[in-house]
């Protein structure tokens, strides 16, 4: 199973970015996909997850509003769309498959099997 994250980069406070992550190796409209990020001396955390056919996603409560998740399943593609991003929104971003369902722990990292490599996202004051 491979992910493989892209979009990151710098930008201003208040821009916006979109991430994709790229999956092969797995059935991916049978998997629930996921984000998360980590910043340096931090420990990672959930950004947003998204039911295997779309229909249903969910979003750390402090991002909701600004970041909407997506997928698209005939690409093998899940989105994060981050608007209005802050300075504390720097992170290294990473794409989780493989996920629990809605009824599961969802946003814990240990419930993800698979993971992309990270993308990192720089945001300037």
């Known amino acids: 199973v491979q992910l493989v994250e892209s979009g990151g980069g710098l930008v201003q406070a208040g821009g916006s970015l979109r991430l994709s992550c790229t999956a092969s190796?797995?059935?991916?409209?049978?998997?629930?996909m996921g984000w998360f990020r980590q910043a340096p001396g931090k420990e990672r955390e959930f950004v947003a997850r998204?039911?295997?056919?779309?229909?249903?996603?969910r979003y750390a409560v402090s991002l909701k509003g600004r970041f909407g998740i997506s997928r698209d399943n005939a690409k093998n593609t899940v989105y994060l769309q981050m608007n209005s991003l802050k300075p504390e929104d720097a992170a290294v971003y990473y794409c989780?498959?493989?996920?629990?369902?809605?009824?599961?722990?969802?946003?814990?990292?240990?419930?993800?099997?698979?993971w992309g490599q990270g993308t990192q996202v720089t945001v300037s004051s």
């Open positions: 998204i039911s295997a056919s779309g229909g249903i996603s």
């Open positions: 989780a498959g493989g996920g629990p369902p809605l009824s599961g722990s969802y946003a814990s990292a240990d419930a993800y099997a698979y």
């Open positions: 190796g797995l059935t991916f409209s049978n998997n629930v």
